[in-house]
């Protein structure tokens, strides 16, 4: 944000480290947060194992309980809803920054009014959603809207899209809770209140199968484990673990609303931003070579794309912890896990990367019945754009802390704007290895000069507070 730039006669004062950083409380202070950090990491992977395992081992059993069909309708559903992701209005994002201040100044009261505010924007509008959607959802007509075959029911389809959009609108809400533990270091229990979501589904639908209940029942029973997960996690965190920072309609704070707003506003924009700048590629070579080139750029693509996320996930808890130290002045430590991320995020995406390169063609072959991944330079694209990725990620979980997000903003649109002329001609005189290629040039030109300079950014924001502990 803005606000970041404003200390700018202060950056030399944080070039060096103070000698009140260098004190044992503040080396075990350090340490705490790398030990968080790292089982927040650990705890990452295993949530993410069990949201990829858990689905992929209820495709046998719900495709034949279903049925090809109602199967089809399932996905379609589960489509639409992945909708309701940016429905938080980047509110979530917001109040994790605006929270690990106050965690790092032990300010509560504010936390409490920030928790409250943002229950009180997003509660009624779930709520007001949800209601719409059943009121309304008989006149809908889904079965032509989903792209449905004549012989599917329109009241199972009806049935299948009120419940599951209903749980994913009603999660939006129930989910802060996850935003406040990352906000306070709780980054591991909130893996496994998460891991716990993903894993309800299991026993849920092996028992509705098993009971031979309706479709719409079956489908119910796939989609409700993360809103128990979340609703458990939040009584148990506001009852039992935090009681202090319980959200209340007493504490609902204006000015904290107001400011939640504005910065989950700018969360908001780079999020949509972000999303049409990395989804456009398939409609490009659609539209420039035809569908079976978006095939064979679409399956590596999703195989590295799996490696990407892997990144993200070790990335996010970067994202609390440097909110605490930029609080506290913490700059030596902020700059050392930088580097130590960078190195260990990149080689997190070199690994796939190498390989697919490599041998891509003969994994290909041998898993696909038709033939895919023989273009080399096509790997090799793919591969640099997530290695690129990797390894920027961590400044930009700095500059997330601090609510440095305008940078970000710019450099993303300005990579939209330039990327998606250059790749639709890159991609019809070339071929589709031109796409990942000219991704790579153009993100050098916009979007990483756009990092260095918010991640400098950030970093003078703490200046000023690291000038007061000396």
């Not at 930029?326 to 030596?332: F, Q, R």
């Not at 697919?356 to 072959?365: C, E, K, M, P, Y």
Request: hydrophobic share 55%; net charge positive; aromatic share 8%.
């Amino acid at each position: 944000m803005s606000g970041g730039s404003r200390h700018t006669a202060s950056e030399s004062g944080s070039s060096r480290p103070t000698a009140v950083l260098e004190t044992p409380d503040s080396d075990e202070r350090d340490g705490a947060r790398s030990r968080r950090l790292l089982s927040g990491i650990l705890t990452a992977a295993v949530s993410r194992g069990a949201g990829m395992l858990v689905p992929l081992f209820l495709i046998p059993v719900m495709l034949s309980y279903l049925g090809p069909e109602r199967y089809g309708l399932w996905t379609a559903v589960l489509a639409l809803a992945g909708m309701a992701a940016f429905a938080d209005l980047g509110l979530g994002n917001g109040l994790m920054t605006k929270l690990a201040r106050c965690y790092s100044s032990g300010d509560k009261e504010r936390a409490r009014g920030y928790i409250s505010s943002a229950y009180c924007l997003l509660v009624p509008m779930a709520l007001g959603v949800c209601g719409l959607l059943w009121l309304v959802g008989s006149t809908v007509p889904w079965s032509s809207l989903l792209g449905l075959p004549a012989t599917a029911s329109a009241t199972e389809a009806r049935g299948m899209v009120l419940i599951c959009l209903s749980a994913f609108v009603l999660n939006i809400p129930l989910s802060l809770v996850a935003r406040v533990q990352y906000a306070y270091q709780q980054v591991a229990v909130s893996n496994l209140w998460q891991t716990t979501g993903n894993l309800l589904a299991l026993p849920l639908v092996l028992f509705s199968v098993w009971a031979e209940l309706s479709p719409v029942t079956v489908v119910a029973a796939s989609v409700v484990g993360p809103l128990i997960a979340n609703a458990a996690n939040s009584i148990w965190l506001y009852l039992s673990k935090m009681p202090e920072v319980r959200p209340r309609l007493g504490h609902v704070d204006l000015p904290a609303m107001r400011n939640l707003l504005r910065l989950g506003g700018l969360f908001f924009l780079l999020t949509i931003v972000t999303s049409i700048a990395n989804s456009a590629d398939n409609l490009i070579i659609a539209h420039t070579r035809g569908l079976q080139a978006v095939t064979e750029y679409a399956v590596p693509a999703k195989v590295l794309a799996q490696a990407g996320m892997l990144v993200s996930l070790v990335n996010v808890p970067l994202w609390p912890a440097n909110g605490e130290a930029l609080n506290k002045g913490d700059l030596p430590w902020v700059r050392s896990t930088v580097r130590r991320m960078t190195l260990i995020s990149t080689a997190v995406a070199m690994i796939p990367a190498i390989l697919l390169v490599s041998v891509g063609d003969r994994i290909f072959a041998a898993w696909l019945p038709t033939p895919l991944g023989d273009d080399r330079w096509l790997l090799a694209g793919l591969a640099a754009w997530w290695v690129l990725l990797a390894g920027i990620g961590p400044r930009f979980m700095v500059q997330n802390a601090a609510g440095v997000v305008r940078p970000q903003l710019v450099g993303w649109a300005a990579f939209l704007m330039i990327s998606l002329v250059l790749k639709w001609y890159g991609s019809a005189k070339w071929g589709i290895a031109a796409v990942p290629l000219i991704a790579v040039a153009v993100y050098a030109i916009t979007v990483l000069p756009a990092a260095l300079h918010g991640y400098r950014a950030a970093l003078r924001v703490s200046a000023p507070r690291m000038e007061s502990l000396r």
